[in-house]
């Protein structure tokens, strides 16, 4: 359940750290190394040729914890190495730090059964992913008017052909303004109060959550389903609904 009364970001530490002591990981010396994967390790070779990663403008962050990955998608560069205890202690204070933590946040709940699908889809699987899309909005929503935070071609393009009241938000000066594939592309910079309002449902790409704009749609008075690996310990630990079909295991 929500709890109104805090941020996002102060529930999740919580959630982690109680995750953590659970399992004796604090003291143990698990060491955690994030690196950007390429590309073509992340997502592998895909139909369609215009998502974001192969655009070069975001990285898939991997973390490692007892042979266990996490990911995060995320625009920060640059590797990480140290034991659990010194993720637990980072400020957050930037997109990096925030990414580090989540992608080690990730490994760790698969590491300890809280979550399982943690590993981005390769090749067809954003398409199969997308093409399950309006079939999950239609059997839980009905036909909701669905507000989309952070554009990811293949799902705007089925959610648009579905269904009647679609708004796209993104931070990429890039799309902001532009139609592709349908879609306009709105500036998530402006307005998301007024979106929420006249939205029924918020689908947020996992993204959200390391550029720290995951607070007002946390607490947003509708439902909010997260898209995307990056989400994947997060959703969990605090109750938050995520959609990712073709995602698979990262224990290894």
Known sequence: MKDSTGSFFGRL?????????????RQAEVKVKASLLSPEDAIGATKRKDY??????????????????????????GDFSGTLGDVLALPLADDYQRAVYIAT????????????????????????CAGQAAGYFQKNFGQPRILMVGYQPALAEALHNAFASLIVLD???????KTKNGVLISDGAVGLDKHIKESDVIFATGSTICNATIDILYNASI???????TGVGAAALLGITRFCPESSCGRL
């Open 105 to 128: 946040l990730n490994a760790v709940a698969t590491y300890t059964g809280k979550v399982d699908n943690s590993v981005h889809c390769r090749n067809e699987g954003p398409e199969l």
């Open 13 to 25: 530490q919580q959630e982690f750290a109680l995750m953590v002591d659970e399992h004796q990981l």
């Open 223 to 229: 439902p909010l389903v997260l898209f995307g690996t």
């Open 171 to 177: 931070l990429d000066p890039a799309n902001i303004g």
């Open 52 to 77: 974001v990663i192969l655009q070069g403008k975001e990285r898939l962050l991997q973390a490692t914890v007892i042979g266990t990955k996490g990911q995060a998608f995320t625009g920060a560069q």
